[in-house]
């Protein structure tokens, strides 16, 4: 009798991702000792938290909810933008106006105004 099982299982030979990503993506040669230390250091600090949470989001998007996790760009007001960068510049004038004084410096067919610091 076959027993079937639904269940999606993955199995991941660090050694042979190591070696893999070494030679192919980063254009690397390492001894099979090294293939082993590193595959060795990422079985211990290894994390899943980017797997984790691509699974959230597709159960999210599978369920029609959205995550709350992630901010809705298409939500964000162009206005709370505005009046966000507006109080931020008024902050920066305020701020060099403190802090230094304009002076100007002449060449022969320019000016500009540059800050000074205050002493």
């Given at each position: 009798?076959s027993?079937?099982?639904d269940?999606v299982?993955?199995e991941?030979?660090l050694?042979?991702l190591?070696?893999i ?27 899943w ?23 809705n ?11 966000t ?10 701020y060099?106006?403190d802090n230094f004084?304009?002076i ?16």
């Open positions: 009798m027993v079937f099982y269940d299982k993955i991941i030979n050694n042979e190591v070696a990503r070494a030679k192919e993506v980063l254009k690397l040669e390492m001894t099979e000792d090294d293939i082993d230390e590193v595959a060795m250091d990422a079985r211990i600090r290894l994390t938290d980017t797997l984790y949470g691509m699974i959230d989001d597709l159960i999210l998007e599978y369920l029609d909810q959205p995550n709350p996790n992630k901010p760009y298409g939500e964000i007001s162009i206005e709370s933008i505005d009046v960068m507006e109080k931020e510049k008024k902050a920066r004038e305020k060099v106006k004084d304009m100007e410096l002449k060449g022969g067919s320019w000016t500009i105004e540059v800050p000074m610091r205050k002493k």
